[in-house]
DNA sequence: GGAGAAATTTGAATCGATCCAACAAAAATG
DNA sequence: CATTTTTGTTGGATCGATTCAAATTTCTCC
C-alpha cells in the first residue's frame, strides 16, 4: 500500500535533495556526477539524503538536454523490428555494429515501423546521435525522413546515386562478374537471376524498361555485372529470366517457378542475395532435382547460414561485420563529412556450383 | 563548404523560428505538434519560416523532458551487445519483445556492456520507460543495478527468489522432469547433467555443496526436476555428474570430456539448455559416437536450431516468444504492480533420443 | 593574526521543448 | 450595436538536470 502511494508520487528531482540536505543544486549535481570536487562531508550527508528519500539518481532526460549527446545510435530500416533478429544479413551487420558500439560504450536504438506514419514518427523522435540506415524495401524514403532529422547518418549498402549520403556498400559490379565468370567458367550457358527489387514494391519478371529505369543502383548494377560477364563468354543474356524477389521465401518460390516454367530450364541460378539462394536450394531440392548436379547456384552475401546448409552455398563474399563497424564508428565519431566507402568482395567456392551437364534435369 | 560551417553552427531552435515568424513559441510550438488548432495562414507562414532556416523539426530531447515518457523499452544484459544477435535463444525472445514494440509503436534500446562500471553507467543513463532484464551470468548484479534507476522492470527466467521483483518464467522442475522420465522410459540408467551455473562466473563439475548453495534457483529447479524424476525411477542421483557450463563452446566441451572421462560413460545427456545440447551433439558426433544410438540426448529451450540440426534435438520447449511478448507488456502496460509469471512447457521428441542399448559405445 | 592561495559552494543561466491560464480578436447571437 | 461565444495567440512556468563565473570558506605560511 505504502509503496504504491509512494510510486504513484512525483519522483524526487535532484533540487528536492539539494533542499533538504541544505546545499545549493549546484553542488548537490557535483555530487552525483563530480564528486571529487565536493568536500567528502558534504558529499556523504547529500547522498546519505538522497538515499533516505529514496532518490533515483541524477535523470538522463534531464541530464540529456543538457549535454547534447545522447550516446547511442539509431539503426533503422522499414522492416518490422523483428528483422533485426531473424534475417541473417542484418544479423551479422549488427554484430559489426554491436562491436564498434561496445568498444566505446555506446548504446543501440531499433527504429522501424509497420507502417510510413509511424516510421516517420520514429525516426523523428529517436533519441539517438545519428542514424545506421538498412536500406532494403523503401530505402530511399527512409533516406528522406532521416535526412529531416538533420543528425549524421549512413546508408548501408550504396543502395542510390545520390552522392550527398554517406554510405558503406560493396562493389556490386564486381561481385557479379565473380558469381557469373565462375558459372560460365564450369560450362553454364542457360541461367537464370533470381534479383532483388529495381525500386519499390517491385515482384516478378523485370522486363528491360524495369531493369533501365532501376532506383536501386544495387540491384542494377549486380545484374549488370552478371550480364557483362556473361556477354563476354558469348550468351545471350537478352533471353536470361530475372525474376525481383522480395528476398523472403513466397515471391521467390514464385520466381523459382515462372523460371523454370519456360522450355529452357537454366543450369545454374544468380541469386542476389544468400537468403534467396537457400530458399532456392530448398525450392529445387524438393522439386526432386539436384544441386549442384541439375542445377548450380550462387548466392550473395556470405552469411554464415550459407556454409552450413546443404549442400554449403557458394556466394560472393560481403565483409559483413566490417562494414557495420565502419558504419557505427561513421556516427560515432561524426566529424561532418560526407563519405562513401565501398569495401571489396570475394568468391568462396563451396559445394553448390558444380561443372554443367549437358542432359536435362 | 558552406554545409560545414552551416553544419557547425548551433542548431535552429524553435524560438529561433518563432523570433523569424514573428509568432510566440507557444505558437511555433503548436504548429508543429498540434497544427489543426493554428490558424492556416499563420501555420503556413510559420512552416515556410522553418523550411527556410532548416529548422529540423522539435528536438525530441526537449520534448522528452517535458513528456517524460520516452516511449522505448530498454533490454539488458551483462553479455556483449552482440548477443542479442547471436545468441539463439535471445533472438527468439528478442523477436517477441520485438512484436509487442511493434504493436505499441515503441522502440527498443539495448543495454549492455563489457565491464561492471560501464553497465552501471549505462542501465543508469538508458533513456527508456523500463526494462526487460536477460538474467544469465551476473543476472543478480544487473536487477540490483537496475532496481536503482527505480524504473519498472521485468526479469526473464524466474532466476532468483526475491519476491519483489516482476519476473516471467517458466516452470523449471516440471521440464525437467519431463526430459528426465523421457530417458529413464527409454531405459537410460547411467547419466551426465551438462548444468547452467549454480552462481555467477562458476564452471566445472559440481560439489553437493555448490547445488545446495545455489544462486540461480533456475538452474537448481532443473537439476531438482531431473533428479527426483530419476529417483523415481529408482537411479541414484548422487552418483551422476553434474557439470557447470557456461552456455558456450568451451565449458560445455570440457564438461563432456569430464563426464565421459569416467569408467560408467553415460548412454544419456540432460543439457539444461539447447545451445549446450547442440554443442554436445557436435562433441559426440566428433568422438565417433552417434546419436542417438550410443548417447540420447536431451535440451531445454526449443530454440529453431533445434529443430535443423542432425540429428534433430529432443528438447523441452518454452514459449520463449510469448515470455518475450509479455514481457515487454509488462513495461508498456505497466500499472505499479510486481507479477511473477510462470509458463508452461512440453517435451518435444525428435531423434536426438533413443532406447537404451545395453553395449558399451 | 593576516595576506594570499587554494578549495568549495553558490545561484543564475541554459539546454529545447510543451502546457496552460489569461488575453485578444473574430464570429455569432439577441 | 452591445453581448456572448468561439477561436486563436501569448508568454510565463515547467520538465530535471549541468555549467560557470563569482562569492565564500578554508588552508598555508610568514
Redo the contacts with the bound molecule.
Keep these: 500500500m505504502a509503496s504504491l502511494i509512494e510510486s504513484q508520487a512525483?519522483?524526487?528531482?535532484?533540487?528536492?535533495?539539494?533542499k533538504a540536505a541544505?546545499?545549493?543544486?549546484?553542488?548537490?549535481?557535483?555530487v552525483?556526477?563530480?564528486p571529487?570536487?565536493?568536500?567528502?562531508?558534504?558529499?556523504e550527508r547529500v547522498k546519505a539524503v538522497a538515499e533516505a528519500m529514496g532518490?533515483?539518481?541524477?535523470?538522463?532526460?534531464?541530464?540529456?538536454?543538457?549535454?547534447?549527446k545522447v550516446n547511442a545510435i539509431g539503426v533503422g530500416t522499414t522492416e518490422p523490428l523483428s528483422y533485426f533478429f531473424d534475417d541473417p544479413f542484418a544479423r551479422v551487420m549488427m554484430a559489426g555494429i554491436s562491436e564498434a558500439c561496445d568498444a566505446t560504450g555506446a548504446g543501440i536504438a531499433l527504429v522501424s515501423a509497420a507502417n510510413q506514419e509511424k516510421l516517420a514518427w520514429n525516426i523523428q523522435s529517436a533519441l539517438v546521435d545519428g542514424f545506421v540506415l538498412f536500406c532494403i524495401e523503401g530505402g530511399s524514403r527512409l533516406v528522406e525522413l532521416t535526412r529531416e532529422r538533420r543528425l549524421p547518418f549512413v546508408a548501408l549498402e550504396l543502395g542510390f546515386e545520390d552522392e550527398t549520403v554517406s554510405a558503406i556498400g560493396v562493389d556490386n559490379v564486381a561481385g557479379a562478374r565473380l558469381a557469373a565468370r565462375h558459372l560460365a567458367e564450369l560450362g553454364h550457358r542457360r541461367f537464370g537471376v533470381l534479383s532483388l527489387g529495381f525500386a519499390d514494391n517491385r515482384t516478378g519478371l523485370a522486363t528491360p524498361e524495369v531493369i533501365r529505369t532501376a532506383v536501386y543502383t544495387g540491384t542494377r548494377d549486380r545484374l549488370a555485372g552478371y550480364f557483362e560477364e556473361l556477354s563476354r563468354f558469348g550468351i545471350d543474356t537478352g533471353k536470361i529470366p530475372v525474376y525481383e524477389t522480395e528476398n523472403e521465401e513466397k515471391s521467390t518460390r514464385a520466381g523459382l517457378e515462372a523460371i523454370f516454367a519456360g522450355p529452357e530450364r537454366p543450369t545454374a541460378i544468380l541469386a542476389m542475395s544468400d537468403r534467396i539462394a537457400l530458399i532456392a536450394i530448398e525450392w529445387l531440392k524438393a522439386q526432386g532435382l539436384n544441386v549442384p548436379r541439375d542445377v548450380s547456384i550462387v548466392g550473395f552475401d556470405g552469411v554464415p547460414d550459407g556454409a552450413l546448409c546443404d549442400p554449403p552455398l557458394t556466394t560472393i563474399v560481403q565483409p559483413i561485420t566490417e562494414i557495420g563497424r565502419r558504419a557505427a564508428r561513421m556516427i560515432l565519431d561524426f566529424d561532418g563529412a560526407v563519405r562513401r566507402e565501398t569495401m571489396g568482395v570475394e568468391l568462396v567456392v563451396r559445394a553448390s556450383t558444380g561443372p554443367a551437364t549437358k542432359g536435362r534435369a
Tied chains: 1, 2.
Design positions: 512525483r519522483p524526487i528531482r535532484l533540487a528536492d535533495i539539494a541544505g546545499v545549493s543544486h549546484g553542488t548537490a549535481s557535483n552525483f556526477s563530480r571529487e570536487i565536493v568536500r567528502a562531508e558534504v558529499r532518490y533515483a539518481g541524477p535523470d538522463p532526460k534531464g541530464r540529456l538536454l543538457r549535454a547534447g
